[in-house]
């Protein structure tokens, strides 16, 4: 994976209520990606209110790890720094590969929509 990643770097936005990773390529100096929060998300009475996050890469660098890399360094930095317990993000139901990258740091799917799941993540402290 070091080898993968040798050429990205990520840069955070840090805001007193936000966070933000933008995905750069190195070598071509170019935006790749970015992850961030979307806001509070309240489906019902039955799930917790949390942060809701999105990300996306650039389609030439998908299936490398990169994405997936990036979600575990922006949860565990969520967590750490905004002392929230519950993280959440919704995927269309056909995006395997989002699924994938959410599976790889342990999400759960706890809500199903018509077209989408809602994953979550909780940590405790």
């Known amino acids: ?6 050429d990205i770097q990520i840069c955070k936005k840090n805001y007193s209520d936000y ?19 979307k806001g509070i998300l309240f489906i019902n009475e ?12 650039n389609k030439d660098f998908w299936n490398k790890g990169i994405m997936t890399e990036s979600v575990k360094l ?34 759960k799917i706890i809500y199903e929509k018509t077209l989408t799941y809602i994953w979550l993540k909780e940590k405790s402290f």
């Not at 039955?46 to 890469?57: A, C, H, N, P």
């Open 74 to 107: 922006f949860s565990n930095d969520f967590f750490t720094n905004f002392k929230q317990y519950v993280l959440y993000a919704e995927t269309l139901k056909g995006n395997i590969a989002s699924q994938k990258v959410l599976r790889n740091n342990d999400f």
């Open 46 to 57: 039955s799930l917790k209110k949390g942060y809701e996050f999105g990300y996306g890469i």
């Open 19 to 37: 966070i933000r990773y933008e995905i750069y390529h190195k070598k071509e100096n170019a935006r790749i990606g970015s992850i961030s929060l």
């Open 1 to 6: 994976m070091k080898s993968l990643l040798k």
